[in-house]
């Protein structure tokens, strides 16, 4: 994905958040992160957010916008909103190729912040949403780039190797196909639709919730052995 699209989808995710959490209950618990009641789970967005908006303002030499915790008596999304126009702000006032820190190495540029962003607030809108009624679709190219960009983080990762061998089929409806191996070096994923000991057949935004760790809007065919996605799941927690 280009950073243009990347950015478009912070936006728009941004919009959904606080769309959804107009009126919310603070205190509602988060079905797909069991852990967070959503003022937890906002809580994180707002540090999430303001992170890369201060990451991306100093590599441009700008100032930072302010950041403060969210309060006891603050409304979730005017609370919220602000910190969403600063990271979109800064995301529109530098292009793609801006060198700019990242804890990935290999991608030191604001291009992997926006895609980072990306990524992260569609999964958590979608478990924002989730909360306070039903979650809508991830869109389908997000959907690949998140499940793709697992394995860009790889190498900064310390989760030991599941290791079994087990192999995991991706067929997305709209094309796009991946096979994940388990293997004793750890997973590795290529775009090829060679034959799994597990196939998940859907759409995008399907098999990404199903990947992450979320429940599925519509139907996942699954053929094969149900251990390799148990196995997929030993390897990585997704919060």
Known sequence: MEYVAHVAAVEREC???????????????VPTCPDFALVDLVGHLGEFTALWTHVLAE??????PPFAPLGA???????????????????????GDSPCWMWMPQHQT??????????????????????VGAGAPLDAA???DAIDEIFD???????PPEG????LALHAEEGDRRRITLGPEGPRMAATSSPADLTL???ASDLALVIFDRPPIGVVQRDGAATALDAWYREFQFG
């Open 73 to 95: 008596d603050d409304q979730m999304d005017t609370w919220y909103r602000p910190l969403a126009d600063h990271l979109i702000d800064q995301l529109h006032a530098t292009t």
């Open 201 to 203: 057949s859907g759409r």
């Open 142 to 144: 997000i959907a690949i």
């Open 59 to 64: 590599a441009a030499g700008a100032d930072k």
């Open 164 to 167: 079994s061998g087990q192999s």
């Open 153 to 159: 983080m790889l190498p900064v990762w310390d989760n």
């Open 15 to 29: 919009g959904a958040i606080v769309e959804a959490l107009r009126g919310a209950s603070r205190e509602r618990q």
């Open 110 to 131: 604001a291009g992997a912040v926006a895609r980072r962003c990306a990524n992260e607030l569609t999964i958590h809108r979608y478990d924002v949403e989730a909360t």
